[in-house]
């Protein structure tokens, strides 16, 4: 079997390589999709028992390009980059692709109620779900909600204070991408059982001013504040991953903590449970490993 992770030197796509590396997956048995020289370095430099071969130079707007990537794979872990105008097509094209290739089973990391039209970011994974859902291909949709790892743990335990960019008191659902990754080498690996469905994952809900006091309380603190910071110093201070470089990036991300604000986006994680076979990762389980680590 033969597995594609698209976008592999991102940060989802790594968690995902680093979980099937470790659950006995050869490195011969995975095929990494990045766009430069540069991003197979940094991979190898994570993971030096992959050879050279195990990498495939693609950009998901080139079709030439995405023909031979996905040549003779079975299996493929599709992982768009965040905030880009042509996500979608992106996504569609990696679907056509996979479908000429005659890819067995296509996951699709989406994100959580792609349905929230008036987030850009999920508006346009739920154009590409319904691509996929009617292309004919096997497929496993998995729909994650904010990571864990988007808040600074070790930052905050260091400082006392942790950076918010939005209302510190909405709850707002997470999930911890070991998790994610976890669920995805179940899929990946054994993909039958899971053919035609989209998983919510959640892990636990929580508003940032009760992640402070997790924070606090692990690490043995009087208190954790919530630092709250001004939209226009988002990108500056750090407070997100997202490095949006155009207007439409810009605006997704707008909308995206304007929504954080007023509603947050709150979830259920019976469904992570179940196919987890145990309790998701909590809030208070992550500060813990992100500290000892």
């Given at each position: ?275 987890l076979g145990r309790e998701p990762t909590s809030w208070e389980g992550f500060v813990r490993r992100e500290l000892q680590n």
């Open positions: 079997m033969t597995i594609l992770l698209t976008a592999a030197s991102g940060r989802t796509s790594g968690f995902v390589l680093r979980e099937l590396l470790a659950h006995g997956v050869p490195a011969g048995g995975v095929r990494l999709m990045v766009r430069s020289e540069d991003a197979v370095r940094k991979v190898q430099a994570a993971h030096p028992q992959l050879p050279r071969s195990a990498f495939v130079i693609a950009d998901f707007l080139e079709a030439s390009t995405l023909g031979p990537a996905l040549a003779g794979v079975d299996t493929v872990f599709h992982n768009a980059p965040g905030f880009h105008a042509l996500e979608g097509a992106m996504g569609v094209a990696v679907i056509e692709a996979a479908k000429k290739a005659g890819v067995k089973h296509f996951v699709y990391c989406s994100v959580l109620f792609p349905v929230l039209s008036k987030l850009l970011n999920h508006d346009v994974k739920r154009g590409v779900e319904e691509f996929l859902i009617e292309s004919g291909l096997d497929y496993t949709i998995l729909e994650p909600t904010s990571f864990m790892q988007n808040m600074d743990v070790k930052g905050a335990a260091h400082t006392g204070a942790l950076m918010c960019a939005y209302t510190p008191q909405v709850l707002q659902g997470f999930v911890d991408l070991a998790d994610l990754a976890q669920v995805a080498r179940l899929v990946l690996l054994d993909p039958a059982p899971h053919n035609r469905a989209r998983y919510e994952l959640v892990g636990e809900n929580m508003a940032l001013a009760d992640v402070a006091k997790t924070i606090a309380r692990v690490a043995g603190l009087s208190g954790v504040a919530c630092e709250a910071v001004p939209r226009s110093e988002i990108l500056k201070r750090g407070v997100v991953t997202a490095r949006p470089g155009s207007a439409y990036a810009t605006d997704a991300l707008d909308r995206m903590l304007y929504y954080y604000d007023k509603r947050g986006i709150p979830g259920n994680n019976n469904t992570l449970r179940w196919l």
